[in-house]
């Protein structure tokens, strides 16, 4: 018998597999595919303090070994989403669930994440200085190390419950950053949101993407989402998340050997839906092939010796 469980921020996890945020909605519309409670938890749609509307159409490019979005973080509001995404989340999941913040200033950030602690079901609050798709926010405060530290630490001092920081690829020293949010009173970090790149329709010769580029993910990252985790892990001394690529129980492990504590599986779930459940179900039978008795007890494992 194995042990999948995982410690997240002090929140038992009965296995380190979450749905990425933007890839699972608010949760609801999965539970009518399969029961989500076999996953460790999953992030929610990333929310905004007024509803947003989301980026012009097309949103989406398929590419090689992965996809560019774009959406802009469409979402209903943080008000919305208290009144009514979570009260149906709640009929189905049974155990607490990511919520990940978007924002165009700090007070928007700090605001959401206010009201968002305040809700049962939330365990712990994904600041999303990521997004690549908006103007004026998400990316803007994620690549540059003070602004997000700023982000974080204002977050901090509204928050009962642990703040994990969401960041970009798009930068060249990851390390800095992650730093920078753990000096600021970050609980954890997750990486990577999508790399950004652009596809150009030979048709027409423009961009498919109406806003030109969008945020590449799939399998194709997977390699640079665990260089930047293993990097991470290396120079902070709070849990890491691993996200970007992951879409099978070994990429999992691989993750967790790089040093994340949990693992995000984000557009997999576009390409098919039912595959953070046959990750939980394969992850036994993973574990014993490489001789693994206890989960938690691999994580940073390729760092030792
Ligand atoms: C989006 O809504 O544009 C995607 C969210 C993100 O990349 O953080």
Partial sequence: MVN????????TLDN????????FG???????????NMLGTFS?????????FGNPTPRIAECREGLINSIGLQNPGVDKVIEEELPKLAKCLHKKVMANIGGFSVSEYVEVSRRLDGCEQVGW???????????G???????????????VAAVREVATKPVIVKLSPNVTDIVSIARACEKAGADGISLINTMLGMRIDLKTKRPIVANTMGGFSGPAV???????????????????????????????IEMMLAGATAVQVGAANLVNPYVCREIVEDLPAVMNK?????????????HNG
């Fill in 4 to 11: 999948t469980k995982v410690d997240l921020c002090g929140i």
């Fill in 16 to 23: 380190p597999v979450m749905a990425a945020s933007g890839t």
């Fill in 26 to 36: 608010y949760g609801y519309e999965f539970a009518e595919l399969y029961d989500i």
């Fill in 44 to 52: 929610f749609k990333g929310t905004t303090l007024e509803p947003r």
């Fill in 125 to 135: 609050l994904e600041i999303n200085v990521s997004c690549p798709n908006v103007h």
């Fill in 137 to 151: 926010g998400g990316i803007a405060f994620g690549t540059d190390a003070a602004a997000a530290a700023e982000v």
């Fill in 222 to 252: 997977f390699p640079v989402a665990l260089r930047m985790v293993y990097q991470v892990f290396e120079s902070v001394d709070i849990p890491v998340v691993g996200i970007g690529g992951v879409s099978s129980a070994e990429d999992v």
């Fill in 290 to 302: 490489y001789g693994i008795d206890d989960l938690s007890s691999i994580i940073g494992g390729a």
